[in-house]
């Protein structure tokens, strides 16, 4: 996680949630089977589905919550549409997936900014993992890879309106506070959630 902007471009937040969740990405990174010499396509699928009822479950939740923050544009944001494509064009049954049900929980806009703050991050490390995939498994934006470079070229520009987002919110020490344990919250739902679905390694 390359993180080479000088400290003083990077908001106390964005500081806090990059410290805070460090040992948490790396350990996750470790466990996903992307690199891993077993990965086939059916592993992939299987990958996918459980991403898909983590996501949508996620993304419905941040969609009613009432803490959801103005001026954040979700829905241009969700991820579960390229899940969807792509689960499809892998000829999935999209209907019988199972659906995770212990998520981080919103009480707070901090919160939400927290969750949003991993699920945006999450898109940084899709290009190296969308050439591995196109390069192992032949895939590719329409047959089955879109969520992994799933804001392709504007992945830069998306992270930094976001970061800008995140840095021009009002949070004093105990919201940001709230922002990381959320963020926190976020990474081990994901991989308990993974882990129940035996997708990793
Ligand atoms: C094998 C899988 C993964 C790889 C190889 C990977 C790789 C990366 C890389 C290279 C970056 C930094 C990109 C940059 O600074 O330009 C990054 C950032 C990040 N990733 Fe991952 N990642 C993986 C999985 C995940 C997952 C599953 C999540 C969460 C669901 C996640 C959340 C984040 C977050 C929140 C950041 C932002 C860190 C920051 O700059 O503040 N990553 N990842």
């Keep these: ?10 908001s106390p937040v964005l500081h806090e949630l990059r410290a805070g969740t460090h040992t948490r990405h790396v350990a996750l ?22 991403y ?13 919550s009432p803490w959801m923050t103005h001026g954040f544009d979700l829905h241009a944001r969700f991820k579960t549409p390229a899940l969807r494509q792509d689960l499809q064009a ?6 019988s997936l199972a659906l995770c049900a212990a998520l981080p929980v919103l009480h707070s806009p901090a919160s939400v900014l927290g969750v949003l703050y991993v699920l945006e991050g999450a898109t940084l490390g899709g290009n190296v993992l969308r050439k591995q995939i196109s390069e192992r498994l032949g ?14 070229a504007d992945t830069g520009r998306q992270w ?18 709230e922002a990381v344990q959320a963020a ?11 882990e129940r679905q035996e997708v990793l390694l």
């Design 29 to 50: 990174e470790k466990r996903l089977p992307f690199f891993s010499d077993t990965l086939d396509l059916e592993c992939y699928k299987r990958l996918m589905s459980a």
């Design 90 to 95: 892998l000829g999935v049954r999209i209907q």
């Design 160 to 177: 930094k309106a976001f970061m800008d987002f995140l840095g021009s919110a009002p949070l004093d020490a105990q919201a940001r506070g």
């Design 52 to 64: 898909y009822g983590f996501y949508h479950e996620l993304e419905n939740r941040l969609q009613h």
């Design 1 to 10: 996680m390359p993180q080479d902007q000088p400290l003083s471009a990077v």
């Design 184 to 194: 926190c919250s976020t990474f081990s739902c994901f991989e308990q959630w993974l």
């Design 139 to 152: 895939l590719d934006a329409h047959n089955g890879c879109a969520f992994l470079y799933v804001y392709g």
